[in-house]
């Protein structure tokens, strides 16, 4: 399994909430176009109650490595978004 970051975030009237995962993933096949593989995600259950309770959408970004920390900073230091991390 590869270390990842996955990323979600939604607008709603000029607030752009992020929601930022720690995980580890598989890919299926290096034929699939797009993004797909077997995710592993600590906690996984209260990661999808948060995002079905508070209006995240099933879109994700996903990086390699884990970047949560400079993540948050930017999104939320420079660009005033909201950031949740709900593995903490």
């Known amino acids: 399994m590869n270390k990842s970051t996955f990323a979600l975030f939604f607008g709603n009237r000029g607030f752009f909430p992020a929601l930022l995962i720690a995980g580890a993933r ?5 034929n699939f176009f797009g993004v797909a593989g077997v ?21 994700v970004s996903v990086t390699p490595g884990r970047v ?14 909201e950031v949740s991390l709900p593995q903490n």
Do not use: C, I, M
Request: glycine share 8%; hydrophobic share 35%.
């Open 39 to 59: 995710a592993e995600v600590r906690n996984l259950q209260d990661v999808l109650l948060h995002v079905g309770t508070n209006g995240h959408r099933h879109h």
């Open 68 to 81: 949560q920390a400079p993540l948050r900073e930017a999104l939320g230091h420079y660009l005033n978004f």
């Open 26 to 30: 598989d890919p299926v096949s290096d």
